[in-house]
């Protein structure tokens, strides 16, 4: 469905809900505009249903604020079980089955006094859940995540391994979100983090753990850990990612750059850059054409030229996952503003 027409409908329902009538209003939109449209063949028939809070379960608190049933399963709940937020069901449901999105990681750099460069980008389909996967660790696990919903890359140090930073560097991520009528797109997360601080924060992280490891390691320590999970909030607070970061050295060719005609600043040693700094500039369609090829591929893309000469050390930062609120993810797409920038799909 297209997502003009589905807004129309939200933001009517949104008008006429009231305390009586707003359990039973978002119940039928539930049942209407996701229940029935989704792909009874595919492996993602799973449907999420929110419990409302109470004093014993708090908003967003334990394993039992969400309840999973598969589309045929009789036992699925209807609008006479009052355990349910419906509002909130209708709302998870709906972003997680009525968009596609898009994961677009670039390595930038902005020389004093120039235009801003893309030394290259990937893009790669990634799938919103309710559920956090742990990825710094052997032992994979899974606990509920909700309200924040969840965007993955499981095969990150794969996909990502050619993102490598150097001095004056810095890697911008984008989220795109695109209804399944592609008739829309939103840019739902846009920030960057500048290579200083990754390297620093990688040192610092590397420090303390070599001299754990050291005291206690009854003189058969390793050596220096080959990477680091870092976590870093999103622009004004607004998301959260994590990455891999570890230190990198070139290999006989590594040399790649598109140019790329816009300004992007950093925020503070946790927080990647304002999204609007790194969207404001881009006017060049030739640049967005040729970054569009990779955010239209259902497999990981990029783009590359010929990169500068090689410098003195490098930092290879894997994106492992996005996560954002729903309600902030939401929020986003209603008001449809912000167009993506460093990918775009064509329709």
């Known amino acids: 469905m297209e997502w003009r027409k589905l807004k129309q409908i939200i933001q009517k329902a949104r008008a006429e809900s009231t305390s009586k009538n707003g359990g039973v209003l978002w119940y039928d939109l539930f049942e209407e505009y996701i229940v029935k449209q989704v792909d009874r063949s595919s492996e993602d028939d799973m449907l999420f249903y929110v419990r409302s809070p109470t ?15 598969r589309v045929e399963d009789h036992r699925r709940p209807d609008s006479r079980v009052r355990k349910f937020s419906w ?18 990681c670039a390595v930038c750099e902005k020389p004093a006094g120039k235009a801003l460069k893309i030394y290259r980008s990937f893009s790669v389909p990634v799938f919103g859940s309710p559920n956090k996967h742990s990825m710094s660790g052997k032992a994979k696990q899974t606990t509920i995540s909700y309200p924040n919903i969840y965007f993955s890359v499981f095969n990150f140090d794969e996909i990502f391994n ?39 924060t990688l040192e610092t992280k590397a420090s303390f753990k ?23 909030n999103g622009p004004k607070g607004r998301g959260r990612v994590e990455m891999c970061v570890s230190s990198f050295k070139p290999g006989i060719n590594k040399d790649f750059v598109v140019s790329f005609d816009r300004e992007a600043d ?5 927080v990647p850059t304002s999204s609007a700094d790194v969207r404001n500039n881009c006017d060049d369609p030739s640049i967005r054409r040729r970054l569009s090829t990779a955010s239209r591929q259902r497999y990981v893309s990029s783009n590359w030229f010929v990169r500068p000469a090689a410098r003195h050390h490098y930092v290879n930062a894997q994106l492992t996952y996005l996560t954002l609120r729903w309600d902030e993810l939401l929020d986003d797409l209603l008001d449809g503003k ?10």
């Open 87 to 104: 509002l909130e069901t209708f709302h998870l449901n709906m972003l997680l089955h009525q968009f596609e999105y898009v994961l677009t």
């Open 162 to 200: 050619g993102i490598v930073l150097t001095d004056n560097e810095m890697v911008c991520v984008e989220l795109v979100a695109i209804d399944k009528a592609n008739t829309t797109q939103v840019s739902v997360f846009l920030g960057s983090i500048r290579y200083e601080i990754l390297k620093n």
């Open 210 to 232: 070599n001299k754990f490891l050291k005291q206690f390691s009854l003189g058969y320590y390793p050596g220096e850990p080959q990477s680091q999970f870092i976590t870093m």
């Open 55 to 69: 004093p014993q379960l708090p908003a967003g608190d334990g394993d039992e604020v969400l309840e999973v049933f």
């Open 266 to 270: 950093h925020l503070d040693s946790n």
């Open 338 to 347: 912000k167009r993506p920038t460093l990918q775009t799909r064509e329709k």
